[in-house]
């Protein structure tokens, strides 16, 4: 069952999305491609990735409430990050029959958001480890 977000929950999303989406919007607003493979997707994606990864571990260790997931990990990582865009890019580089470049955009998008995630995680971690 699905259950609506409350009014404090919908104020954490809506400011979440707001900042992940101007972010987004100021990071990829003039392409910026590596030969004719666009990147600036893959930013947002790999940002927002490290960003949840080390979120993951802060929300953990530091016991926080639901309404900052709802701030950071679903609002503000939701509205930067971009599998729409990603998947658009991919697309085209399929129309465009660069075959090489569309294997690479889905495998540096993919595996270096992973990577991020892992990344974000341990790096926190070790952050975390050594404050205590």
Request: hydrophobic residues 50%; aromatic residues 8%.
């Amino acid at each position: 069952m699905i259950i609506p977000p409350k009014g404090i929950e919908i104020a954490f999303l809506a400011v979440g999305g707001l900042g992940g989406t101007f972010l987004r919007y100021g990071i990829t607003k003039s392409p910026l491609l590596l030969g004719t493979l666009p990147v600036n997707v893959l930013i947002v994606n790999v940002i927002g990735s490290f960003i949840l990864g080390a979120f993951a571990i802060l929300s953990q260790q530091w016991n926080l409430d639901q309404k900052f997931a709802m701030l950071i990990a679903i609002g503000f990582c939701g509205g930067l990050t971009t599998m729409s865009s990603f998947a658009m890019d991919t697309s085209n580089l399929i129309n465009d029959r660069q075959y090489s470049l569309m294997t690479i955009n889905i495998i540096t998008n993919v595996g270096l958001s992973l990577g991020a995630i892992f990344g974000g995680r341990a790096l926190t971690s070790v952050i975390l480890g050594g404050l205590k």
